[in-house]
């Protein structure tokens, strides 16, 4: 029988709390549970008012994973959803995370969390740019964190402040906090980041995605900005071999990375560090700290 949870005022049947989602680690479906209750106060404000997208991997990343932008069925009606209408669909909705009791109905699905730069509300208008670094084997996070260097030298060169977090796969993610600005135009500003960045680093890095291209560099992927795109979401759970989560790390950790394994966290990992720095993605969601797109040179 699913045992029934009060979380929030809300019941929840949280359901085979036993069963082993990440085979690697003997992780169970209760700690990963666990781990989003524990880490809620950090990952809720990054949800806020932004329309999700699921990774689902209810039988772990080995077994089937389906991405979502509906509300799966089943969803209670308290979970709160919004409009997001599609080319293919005027009346499609999106789920929104306000609350940890959402939080933990949807960590009960086995979900990534992914958001798109927009909120609720303002489509199209982000807050801010997302710069995606996937290394190409044989590069690794370490080549990653040269160029996140680099580019946050560049964005600092405009005025903006850059904040990283590892994917939680392969490589990192730079986000910077801005004023709300039409998508189009941040997209077309992180596109001419990437182009610069491959210009004085050609040796390192790659703005396009053509696989021949990518051996040995980094792609900085700059696509996540256009309006119908997503990135995973700081403090998620990605669905790889091991727990590994997308986690918000300091510049000195970028600065000094000399071996991939220094940037790998796990779910157990990530509490002792919120203890340790608190929310390094913190100002991403204060506005005092935003800043402003250049205008086009």
């Not at 080995?62 to 709160?80: C, H, M, S």
Request: charged share 20%; proline share 9%; with cysteine.
């Amino acid at each position: 029988m699913t045992p029934i949870t009060e979380v929030a005022g809300r019941r929840l049947a949280l359901s085979n709390l036993e069963k082993v989602i990440y085979p690697a680690t003997g992780t169970t479906k209760g700690e990963v549970l666990h781990y989003y209750a524990t880490v809620a106060d950090s990952l809720l404000p990054h949800l806020h008012d932004r329309p999700l997208s699921f990774l689902r991997y209810p039988d772990g990343p080995d077994g089937q994973l389906f991405f979502t932008k509906n509300p799966p069925p089943g969803t209670p009606a308290w979970v709160k959803s919004v409009a997001v209408p599609r080319s293919e669909d005027k009346n499609a909705r999106q789920v929104v995370i306000q609350d940890l009791a959402a939080l933990m109905w949807a960590a009960n699905l086995v979900v990534e969390l992914h958001t798109p730069q927009w909120r609720a509300g303002a489509p199209a208008e982000a807050d801010r740019l997302v710069l995606d670094l996937d290394p190409g084997p044989p590069a690794t996070v370490v080549e990653c964190c040269r160029v996140a260097v680099w580019l946050r030298e560049r964005l600092a060169a405009d005025g903006l402040h850059a904040y990283a977090k590892t994917s939680g796969a392969k490589g990192l993610h730079l986000y910077v906090p801005l004023e709300p600005t039409p998508s189009g135009q941040v997209s077309a500003y992180a596109k001419e980041l990437a182009v610069e960045a491959e210009a004085d680093l050609p040796a390192l890095v790659v703005h396009r995605m053509t696989k021949a291209l990518r051996p040995g560099k980094v792609f900085v992927d700059h696509s996540q900005n256009a309006a119908a795109k997503t990135t995973a979401a700081p403090y998620t759970l990605r669905a790889r071999r091991q727990p590994a989560v997308s986690t918000p790390v300091t510049w000195e950790e970028v600065e000094c990375c000399d071996d991939p394994s220094e940037l790998v966290f796990l779910l157990a990992d990530v509490g002792p560090r919120l203890q340790r720095y608190g929310d390094l993605l913190a100002p991403l969601i204060d506005a005092d700290g935003a800043g402003r797109v250049p205008s086009r040179r």
